[in-house]
């Protein structure tokens, strides 16, 4: 069965600090992807970024970066110059190939990030 | 503007009674999903519907059940058989069972008084 870890449950910076997420996941599949989501106050969860298991290119979106390892079966997403907006749950989640019960999104329990001005 | 709708935000209910979450759509998926999220955890999966007229369980369907008459709407009714249904509930779509990425409602907060 496939699992998602995050080991950090909350993380408080000031803003401009940059901040890391972490990521680990569990899966004897070949075929998976990974995301990450991103839930603010409001509670409606916003897909930040998918990644393919075999495509390992290291992805960068203006201030957002992450960073795939399957050598450590890591999704690690990085937040350059923090901002008060920024302040929200992160979600990751893994998703099996193929369709059926490999549909579903195995989720992590979510990092609570707060950035203080 | 296209996205996903889910209604009310908010809702009360007795124990022992029935309610019903609206979920709809306007994105053309194939594919709706329902979810439970409680305090400090991640998402769990309910139920999903690949196609009109079909649904299978998730990992958490007990106590739940769901229509799918229209390819837009995927409505989740609580039954009085779920026995912790306090949670915040939340929909997503997709293109297809296929397509992996999934998008996701506003949410409704359910709590039982």
């Known amino acids: 069965a496939q699992k998602v870890t995050q080991a950090q449950t909350e993380i408080s910076v000031v803003e401009k600090e940059d901040v890391t997420l972490d990521c680990v996941y569990e899966?004897?599949?070949?075929?998976?992807?990974l995301f990450w989501y991103k839930q603010p106050p409001s509670g409606e969860l916003v897909f930040l970024i998918r990644?393919?298991?075999?495509?390992?290119q290291n992805e960068i979106s203006g201030r957002y970066s992450w960073n795939f390892q399957k050598s450590t079966s890591s999704f690690n997403f990085t937040i350059t110059a923090s901002q008060v907006v920024d302040s929200a749950v992160y979600f990751c989640a893994l998703r099996l190939g193929g369709t059926g019960a490999n549909s579903k999104l195995t989720f992590g329990k979510g990092i609570t990030l707060s950035v203080r001005p | 503007d296209g996205g996903i709708t889910q209604s009310p935000k908010y809702l009360f209910r007795k124990e022992g009674q029935n309610v019903t979450l609206s979920c709809e759509q306007n994105l053309n998926h194939d594919a709706m999903y329902w979810y439970r999220q409680d305090p400090g955890q991640g998402l769990r999966l309910i139920y999903y519907s690949q196609i009109v007229n079909d649904f299978q369980k998730g990992d958490i369907a007990e106590g739940y059940s769901v229509s799918r008459e229209k390819k837009e709407s995927f409505p989740l009714t609580v039954t009085s058989a779920q026995k912790n249904p306090t949670a915040f509930y939340l929909c997503?779509?997709?293109?297809?069972?296929?397509?992996?990425?999934?998008?996701f409602g506003p949410g409704t907060r359910l709590t039982v008084l």
């Open positions: 899966t004897r599949d070949t075929t998976y992807y």
């Open positions: 997503a779509s997709s293109t297809g069972l296929q397509a992996t990425t999934q998008y």
């Open positions: 990644r393919n298991s075999f495509d390992e």
